[in-house]
């Protein structure tokens, strides 16, 4: 069946590249491109630029920095960030027409021990759960008439003493 299918469409391909040879060709009207002439900005000869940032977020952790100047074709930086291991890595840069790019990384541990995020309140330990006793019933089950039921047997709901835990505000 699939070798009916596969000549039938190989046959249709045929039949529509005929048709398509046979199709005088259709004579189409362009508009002219006109040229749209760019003017182009003028080049510094002698570029100059130097800035820096900081962040210290100590709620996240966040730590990192970078400096950089450059004078022409000549880029000093450096930036620094903390691993994800708990090292400082700084990197410090240069870039020229000569030497090409340049870094010389340094990793080094953090001195600083850092306060945790987020304190702990101490666990208070609660009373065990009270169970009450089953309720018994009293009534029996009919079951002379077909289609009688017995309201079901509740038990009491489950008390509880105290919170397993305590909630303070740091």
Do not use: C, W
């Not at 691993?83 to 870039?95: E, M, N």
């Not at 990793?107 to 006793?133: D, G, M, N």
Request: zero cysteines.
């Amino acid at each position: 069946m699939a070798y009916k299918i596969a000549f039938a469409l190989a046959m249709l391909a045929v039949a529509q590249a005929a048709v398509l040879r046979t199709v005088a060709p259709v004579a189409v009207a362009t508009a002219p491109v006109l040229a749209k002439q760019v003017e182009l900005e003028e080049v510094d000869p002698h570029p100059q630029y130097s800035y820096s940032y900081d962040v210290q977020d100590t709620l996240s952790g966040d730590s990192k920095g970078h400096v950089e100047e450059r004078d022409g074709d000549i880029v000093r930086g450096e930036y620094s960030l903390i691993d994800a291991d708990g090292f400082k890595r700084t990197v410090t840069y240069t870039a020229d027409p000569i030497n090409g790019f340049n870094a010389v990384v340094r990793r080094e541990p953090i001195v600083a021990v850092a306060e945790p995020l987020v304190k702990a309140a101490p666990v208070a330990v609660a009373a065990p759960l009270v169970r009450s006793a089953p309720v018994a019933v009293t009534t029996p089950l009919v079951r002379s008439a077909p289609l009688a039921f017995a309201a079901p047997a509740i038990a009491a709901p489950l008390r509880y003493t105290a919170p397993a835990y305590a909630v303070r505000n740091l």
